[in-house]
Nanobody, 121 residues
Framework: QVQLVESGGGSVQPGGSLRLACAAS????????MGWYRQAPGKERESVAT???????NYADSVKGRFTISRDTAKKSMYLEMNSLKPEDMAVYYC???????????????WGQGTQVTVSS
């Protein structure tokens, strides 16, 4: 019943901006960390930005200074503000969460369905 619901993907011109959102729905006991990953055609999935429950943030070098990750603990949501988008940012973006869904369940990794971000002129 637990799922990660993404929104905000779309198509923009180079230099444009998009704001992605991910909401964790269903019964969740604790979220240890969340993040955004992306996968372009012919390439492996890579980490874009991550944030822990304590607020520690890490960015990929390729997006640092352009992207901003944030979270709303009460809403169990996460956001990615993407500015100055480049054609090389074009990929399917996935929401990720490492969490325990109940008090007695194992800690596991969960993924959203992915949302397409297209950057072209």
């Amino acid at each position: 019943q637990v799922q990660l619901v993404e929104s905000g993907g779309g198509s923009v011109q180079p230099g444009g901006s998009l704001r992605l959102a991910c909401a964790a729905s269903g019964s969740i006991f604790y979220i240890f960390s969340m993040g955004w990953y992306r996968q372009a055609p012919g390439k492996e999935r890579e980490s874009v930005a991550t944030i822990t429950s304590s607020g520690e943030i890490n960015y990929a070098d390729s997006v640092k200074g352009r992207f901003t990750i944030s979270r709303d603990t009460a809403k169990k949501s996460m956001y990615l503000e993407m500015n100055s988008l480049k054609p090389e940012d074009m990929a399917v973006y996935y929401c990720y969460a490492r969490m325990r869904v109940t008090r007695t369940s194992v800690i596991d990794n969960y993924w959203g369905q992915g949302t397409q971000v297209t950057v072209s002129s």
